[in-house]
């Protein structure tokens, strides 16, 4: 069964970083494009960052120069860095893998938060 598990969420102070990682089961990066998304109460998940299966990266324009995806591909992991935090990063963050076999699989979500 595929399976993501996402995992560093937790309390940090504004300006300061994490990094979250997306532990995955029966995944291959050569057929599934990776992601992070985000999501507050109230609102929809809101794309984050991606990496597709050729490598490329896209980001969210508020998230740009602050936050970078990469994937080891020897531990079937992808990763967010998050730095410079700022409170409006606070959100439930969501790792997707999505191809165009499959419906797109989520991860339970793990707590960003940002605060003195």
């Known amino acids: 069964q595929v399976q993501l598990v996402e995992s560093g969420g937790g309390l940090v102070q504004p300006g300061g970083s994490l990094r979250l990682s997306c532990a995955t089961t029966?995944?291959?990066?050569?057929?599934?494009?990776m992601g992070w998304y985000r999501q507050t109460p109230g609102n929809q998940r809101e794309l984050v960052a991606t990496i597709t299966r050729g490598g490329t990266t896209i980001y969210a324009d508020v998230v740009k120069g602050r936050f970078i995806i990469f994937r080891d591909i020897t531990k079937n992991t992808v990763y967010l860095q998050m730095n410079s935090l700022k409170p409006e990063d606070t959100a439930v963050y969501y790792c997707n893998a999505r191809s165009i076999f499959t419906a797109p699989y989520w991860g339970q979500g793990t707590q960003v938060t940002v605060s003195s």
């Open positions: 029966e995944i291959s990066f050569s057929n599934f494009d």
